[in-house]
Nanobody, 126 residues
């Protein structure tokens, strides 16, 4: 059973930065597609960023491109989401996601597909 352990959420003023972390635990998988979704109240869930764990492929949604960066420490099975120049519209619950198969992502970030989801960590920008 795959468990995703998230950390790093919190409250920040507009223009500030936060870094989210997510580690895959209780899993024999050493590779897979890993990333982040977010959902704001009353809004559709959308993909934010994804990367191939153990590789170099990375994808960032257009809505956050230039401000958010995804990186990884494959030895720790951990991905990071560095969020800079945060805006109030970035306020949302952020979920770590993982899939042992190929990344199923495209231009429409609301249609990304992942099998495993974390509990979520709140990010609030005021």
């Amino acid at each position: 059973h795959v468990q995703l352990v998230e950390s790093g959420g919190g409250s920040v003023q507009a223009g500030g930065s936060l870094r989210l972390s997510c580690q895959v635990s209780r899993s024999t998988y050493s590779v897979g597609c890993m990333g982040w979704f977010r959902q704001a109240p009353g809004k559709e869930r959308e993909g934010v960023a994804a990367t191939w764990l153990g590789g170099t492929t990375a994808h960032v949604a257009d809505s956050v491109k230039g401000r958010f960066t995804i990186s990884q420490d494959s030895a720790k099975k951990t991905v990071y989401l560095q969020m800079n120049n945060l805006k109030p519209e970035d306020t949302a619950m952020y979920y770590c996601v993982f899939d042992s198969g190929p990344c199923k992502i495209g231009n429409d970030a609301t249609r990304w597909e992942f099998t495993h989801w974390g509990q979520g960590t709140q990010v609030t920008v005021s």
